[in-house]
């Protein structure tokens, strides 16, 4: 009888342990970016030592992407988003595209960009991950469409070859 209730004891605990991590994730998910949330803002540091802070982007179409030395998809995308962003720098269209690393070691951010010919992409260093907090990001990469008004219109999560097509028919639509 005292190994029955032991047992009923751990399942309780088990049951009441589980509803506190459904609390928890619960109300961590209400914190996450969704369409129609405004852009939590932030500052963080760029490649070019300068400070980038996203409420001063307003007027813009904004890509907030986050990525990392270890993702190997981050490692397809940030070619691909350069060349949107060379695009519309070209075009001479208000879009900015913002790349935060959220590599705790900036060294592994710098090996990978030296081998990546990125040049058109505002890179961003987030090593306390306090921006990748407040976006509460699902997988890596990720990807966050910014109206002009700091509105968060469209959320992508991973990559895939051609993504970047609907990348820009979203901020082709965001222009009009």
């Known amino acids: 009888m005292r190994r029955a209730g032991r047992r009923a004891a751990m399942r309780i605990s088990m049951v009441l342990g589980c509803v506190a991590l459904s609390s928890l994730a619960g109300g961590l998910a209400l914190g996450a970016a969704k369409v129609g949330d405004r852009a939590a803002d932030f500052t963080l540091p760029a490649l070019d030592g300068s400070k980038i802070k996203l409420s001063d982007l307003k007027g813009s179409i904004v890509v907030v992407d986050f990525w990392a030395s270890w993702c190997v998809p981050c490692k397809k995308e940030l070619p691909a988003l350069d060349a949107l962003a060379r695009r519309y720098a070209g075009e001479h269209k208000p879009v900015i595209i913002l790349a935060v690393n959220v590599d705790k070691e900036r060294a592994n951010a710098d090996k990978l960009l030296a081998q990546t010919k990125v040049g ?57």
């Open 120 to 176: 058109s992409l505002k890179i961003l260093f987030d090593p306390d991950n306090k921006v990748v907090g407040a976006y509460d990001i699902p997988p890596m990469p990720s990807s966050f469409i910014i109206d002009g008004k700091g509105m968060v219109r469209n959320v992508h999560a991973g990559f895939s070859s051609g993504d970047e097509k609907k990348f820009a028919e979203e901020i082709e639509a965001l222009l009009k």
